[in-house]
């Protein structure tokens, strides 16, 4: 049943599949998942899970060091009627429910946050404008947590921008009941010295759909845990990412859908451009097809177009499935370069060369951006896109 | 009338540390409405020269000139030199991930006539030349060049040619791997645009088959960097029964 496909080209892609007896995926990490911070060592950075982050760079998030101030992340939240935006202490009982943290870091925020945001949708209410969530770093050092929480039959579409400067840490749960419909955009649309290590849980219920839509454009340090869990049959999750990574900046992304409960399915995308020096990528998308999973159908793909000389990704995709009756799975990952040869040809077809550039890149991307089904998210994508494109020389 | 005039052309190469020269004084003048056939054994230069007037930044013009009617080529960028009307069918196309053909002829269109096409007309310009080309209508909305047979390359090379309407074609080695049904598609293609008379065109070869299909008026052999002869389509018969020995022993100097 299992498909693999896997084309490295560039810079280093590697690949694995795996017929695992356990889930490797869960003890390859240095500690198991714990809210507790001192449940889990300081890396020293030749973890699995952290061999490919520059620790130098996290702010002190990573070592206990980094000290929260007050006001130095902003969240303003924008409701339509209907939806209740609440402020809440560490004790309400929504919070943690979607998901547990897996690395130090995340420990970190949800040992230090103080006040979690609640957002609740009402079962069966459909709303007609989009939920908006404006993120906003004041520099200086904040931990968060962000709850978003859709009854049964609930349908929403979130959109989460964070902007600023500053270093941010923080857990988001996005519960999802019964037939519940979520899209939600995040947006790292950082200064560029900003840093910001996050995970996203989300827990699907039963019949219900999840849709992310992660992009990151900006920030000196950019690390995501975008996870997904099952509560019961019939779930499906979608999870669509788009980065653009340029000269020095770190834009990791690291991705694991746990099929822990039959009939469900999930299909990840990524899609990076990469220019400039020092520009690192990185990408782990982990499947685990537990035992009990039986008929998951799931695909992941992660492509990263490098525009210039002195880039790097690193693109692991792995799947594990422990159970043999399923409808589907597979993964791909490739790499490939925008070269003097392709530049030339296209100029010797009259194009002018930044010209050339756009059509390649906004190429790349556009297949992936029409997936997203919100056309003035699509639009600002499209515009982000260009111009990030005009800094290249 | 366009005229392509090429002097004393001289063209090195960067290997190793060290530049090679491999043309070594090319004159040639290509006039609109001829059709030059420039043949040669391998690594006589035929190739440096399709891609040095094309403009290709591995080669290193270190002599001479070349004048599209009188305006320096030499001096243009790749993209000017396309929009002057020189246009070179590549013998190895590269693959250009995420852009259409159908995205990449409008573009390259847009470009070259200077303004976009208008959408209902191009669609069946596109659609027509295609038909005549054998091409697939699904082939317009795979990604440049990605997974083409080395004939489906060919034809997106002369669907270019005929959509772009240059006034010099450059022709590199566009018969080399085509059977022979598909040698005489991209040759009607290539007659096509040559019986609007209105295109010069320099047709680089290794092989005489392909001027079964396409008749030059002149035939001019390339050995070691220059034309070593040049004669009308006789000396193509020659060489079909002679090949190349003469030249390649350096038997002959211009």
């Not at chain 1, 340029?246 to 220019?275: F, I």
């Not at chain 2, 590269?94 to 269109?109: C, D, H, I, K, Q």
Request: glycine share 10%; proline share 4%.
């Amino acid at each position: 049943m299992a498909e693999a496909q896997n084309i490295p080209v560039g810079s280093t892609t590697t690949g694995s599949i795996a017929v695992a007896a356990e889930s490797t995926v869960a003890t390859r990490m240095s500690a198991p998942p714990s809210y507790d911070v001192a449940d889990f060592p300081v890396p020293h950075g030749r973890e699995e899970e952290w061999r490919f982050t520059p620790l130098e760079r996290l702010r002190g998030l990573h070592d206990g060091s980094a000290v929260a101030a007050d006001g130095a992340v902003t969240v303003e939240v924008t409701a339509p009627d209907g939806v209740t935006v609440e402020t809440v202490g560490r004790d309400d009982a929504r919070i943690g429910k979607a998901g547990v943290p897996v690395d130090r870091v995340v420990a970190q925020a949800y040992s230090s946050f103080e006040k979690a945001s609640v957002v609740s949708v009402p079962k069966e209410a459909v709303l007609a404008e989009p939920i908006r969530i404006a993120v906003r770093g004041q520099g200086g050092t904040a931990y968060g947590h962000q709850v978003i929480e859709l009854g049964a039959f609930a349908e929403a579409v979130v959109v989460m921008d964070h902007s600023g400067d500053g270093v941010l840490a923080a857990n988001v749960d996005y519960l999802l009941g019964d037939g519940a419909k979520l899209t939600v955009v995040s947006v790292q649309d950082w200064d560029a010295k900003a840093v910001h290590v996050a995970q996203h849980n989300a827990l699907i219920g039963r019949d219900a759909s999840f849709k992310s839509i992660v992009v990151t454009f900006g920030g000196d340090l950019v690390r995501l845990h975008p996870r997904v869990e099952y509560a019961g049959t019939g779930g499906e999750a979608e999870l669509l990412g788009l980065y653009f990574t340029d000269e020095g900046q770190h834009q990791e992304h690291r991705l694991l859908v746990d099929h822990n409960t039959p009939h469900c399915k999930s299909n990840a995308a990524y899609k990076g451009a990469l220019q400039g020096t020092d520009a690192h990528a990185v990408w782990i998308g982990d499947v685990l097809i537990r035992a009990a999973a039986e008929g998951t159908d799931t695909y992941e793909m992660n492509r990263n177009l490098v525009l210039t000389d002195g880039a790097r990704v690193d693109s692991v995709p792995n799947l594990e499935i422990e159970t043999g009756e399923i409808a589907g799975a597979g993964h791909a990952s490739a790499t490939g370069r925008f070269d003097d040869e392709q530049l030339f040809y296209l100029m010797a077809r009259g194009i002018p060369e930044a010209e050339a550039r756009r059509l390649v890149v906004r190429g790349f991307f556009a297949e992936l951006v029409q997936q997203i089904g919100l056309p003035d998210v699509e639009e600002r994508l499209l515009e982000k896109i260009e111009a990030e494109l005009e800094t290249v020389s | 009338m366009a005229t392509l005039e090429i002097h004393d052309l001289h063209v090195s190469v960067e290997a190793d540390n060290a530049s090679r020269e491999i043309l070594k004084g090319v004159d040639l003048t290509v006039k609109q409405g001829e059709t030059h056939a420039i043949m040669g054994p391998n690594g006589s230069g035929k190739s440096t020269l399709a891609y040095s007037l094309a403009g290709h930044p591995k080669y290193t013009i270190t002599g001479g000139t070349v004048t599209l009617d009188g305006e320096d080529v030499l001096e243009m960028t790749v993209d000017e030199r396309a929009r002057a009307g020189v246009f070179l069918a590549m013998q190895y196309p590269v693959e250009v991930p995420g852009v259409s053909v159908s995205n990449f002829l409008r573009s390259s269109a847009t470009a070259i006539r200077g303004e976009a096409p208008k959408l209902r007309t191009w669609v069946k310009e596109v659609r027509e030349t295609m038909e005549r080309l054998h091409m697939d209508p699904a082939f317009a909305e795979r990604n440049v060049n990605e997974g083409f047979s080395g004939g489906e390359k060919k034809r997106h090379e002369i669907l270019q040619l005929e959509l772009l309407k240059p006034k010099i074609a450059i022709l590199d080695e566009t018969d080399s791997g085509l059977d022979v049904d598909a040698l005489r598609v991209v040759s009607e293609g290539v007659n096509r645009v040559r019986e609007t008379g209105e295109v010069g065109t320099l047709l680089i070869t290794h092989y005489t088959r392909i001027l079964r299909y396409i008749k030059p008026d002149f035939v001019h052999v390339f050995a070691q960097g220059r034309i070593a002869e040049s004669g009308g389509a006789e000396l193509a018969d020659k060489l079909e029964n002679e090949g190349y020995e003469a030249y390649v022993k350096g038997g002959v100097t211009a």
